[in-house]
DNA sequence: GTGGTCTAGACCACA
DNA sequence: GTGGTCTAGACCACA
């Protein structure tokens, strides 16, 4: 099994997004501890080899940082985190663009949606 | 393995909506015929089982009919093709909202992002 | 093999009938649970997907609801129950009616035929 | 496959039911010449052989008899024909009863069915 | 335990 | 060729 369709994405990079979107949303603050190896795994449910690659990568990619025997704890760099959350607006926009494109709505359905998102963003139409 | 991760939605729903974006973007106009079930299988590397399901999901819905010994045909009925647009402009919005919500973004990335949206799906700012 | 003797119709639409009969007879009462997937299929001797099948179609027609990890049981609805009642009662009056038409049988003999219906089913004459 | 669902009976019992029908509805007269067992096997698509088994079924029973060289014919016995009309009537009673028992209808539902069928079999209600 | 999904592969009816 | 039905059997999620 394995598609164009199949949407499905290694399970170490899942982790690793699930932590950046813990963090993006202040549910780890920056400099937080995140949970342990095992923890995690048990909460995902997987391999705890699983959660100590994804680990790896987002230490790497310098979104967390390991101190020997005290455990993994989220970035304070401001710019890091920031780059993060505008990196998370831009896939889910790209998304969604892509998504709606080749729809055929008219203007104004797009508009109509645009509303919608304002709406439910707290965006002040003016 | 179940976890908030695990994006993976059974492959005969993944199947359901692909034939249904590809016919809502007239890649199967209505009336066409659809790849064969067995046609279809080997495209996806699944089943054929599984594609069958697909297929009686989709006519169960009245997405498709399905003339036997000559194939399933994407319907014509233009009211059902809006209301699967109308849907699938719905889900993709939603999915975008619940995204970027909690991203504590501010108006004036919001709006930046509105902005390249509008001007990648052709809607004039006024 | 197809011919007009082939009454054979698929087993999956032969067991929806089944708990169709069974239930209307309250040999299934309304809320009560169905045999498992497992059981139906032993008892009946066919292939569990052949029950699950069933199942499916009883579901989708809302005769029956599934409690995942619990099985599947009868609908409470009893205007669900009373229609299916009346079309289980039109159905055999149908066939009745095809089978004896055109026998050429006499007035007399219909209604000495009228007399023992109405007898074995409790029907006053008056 | 092989169930107390399954209500499939031999297929050479299915041909002399057959054949009972057709004649009891004078579509094979009395004296008439059934069809050979070659044709008969063709429309029916099947064996030969299974015809020829249904045809000394028919013939043992005195249903039929048989010519040598020139076929097989209905019987030209009026009381034989008589009979034979009588138990399909009574069979065709007898499947309705069961089938319509135990659905707990009122007598009104009863009454209602009972004048359907007399509408539909032209037996006039006085 | 329960139902849900999937594979591999067979055989059938229809055209 | 097309879809329809079925078997045998696997593995999964849910409770």
Redesign the interface.
């Given at each position: 099994?394995?598609?164009?369709?199949?949407?499905?994405r290694p399970?170490y990079l899942?982790?690793v997004e699930?932590i950046k979107v813990r963090a993006?949303?202040?549910f780890y603050p920056p400099g937080s501890r995140v949970p342990s190896i095992r923890d995690m795994a048990t909460?995902?449910?997987?391999n705890p080899n699983t959660v100590t690659r994804a680990y790896m990568e987002l230490e790497r990619d310098g979104f967390i940082f390991t101190k020997r025997g005290q455990g993994s704890f989220i970035t304070e760099d401001k710019e890091r985190m920031n780059k993060e959350?505008?990196d998370?607006?831009s896939?889910?926009?790209q998304?969604?663009?892509s998504?709606?494109?080749?729809?055929?709505?008219s203007?104004i359905?797009?508009?109509e949606?645009?509303g919608?998102?304002?709406k439910?963003?707290d965006?002040?139409e003016n």
């Open positions: 099994m394995e598609t164009e369709f199949d949407i499905t399970i899942q982790i699930l993006v949303r202040e909460e995902m449910k997987v959350k505008t998370l607006a896939q889910a926009t998304l969604f663009i998504n709606i494109k080749g729809l055929g709505l203007k359905q797009l508009n949606i645009f919608q998102m304002k439910e963003l965006v002040a």
